[in-house]
């Protein structure tokens, strides 16, 4: 079993930058066994949008509606992925999810939420 939880939402003007993050804890084995972590997003009234995702060997994909502003990395050392998102706009505006892989299935934290202002 892993546990997720993340961290950094809140209220932000359009334009500003916010980052969020996300730990996973768990037993030694069921931290090694991640084979991927990302996040998704779901804006009110919308499905669930993939963000993006970092595999264990470090190959990042990110969607194409925040390619350039929004930037996924993580820290093997501290079992992190962070999102840091940039040039925010109103309609980034929804609950951020991050999620973690492994051969059982996919795990989810509770969510974040972002606010953007305008």
């Known amino acids: 079993q892993v546990q997720l939880e993340e961290s950094g939402g809140g209220l932000v003007q359009a334009g500003g930058s916010l980052r969020l993050s996300c730990a996973a804890s768990?037993?030694?084995?069921?931290?090694?066994?991640?084979?991927?972590m990302g996040w998704y997003r779901q804006a009110p009234g919308k499905q669930r949008e993939l963000i993006g995702s970092?595999?264990?060997?470090?190959?990042?994909t990110t969607a194409d509606s925040v390619k350039g502003r929004f930037t996924i990395s993580k820290d093997d050392v501290k079992n992190t992925v962070d999102l840091q998102m940039n040039s925010l706009k109103p309609e980034d505006i929804a609950v951020y999810y991050c999620?973690?892989?492994?051969?059982?299935?996919?795990?989810w934290g509770q969510g974040t939420q972002v606010t953007v202002s305008s």
């Open positions: 999620f973690a892989d492994d051969y059982h299935g996919r795990y």
């Open positions: 768990g037993t030694t084995f069921s931290i090694r066994a991640i084979s991927a």
């Open positions: 970092v595999s264990n060997y470090g190959d990042i």
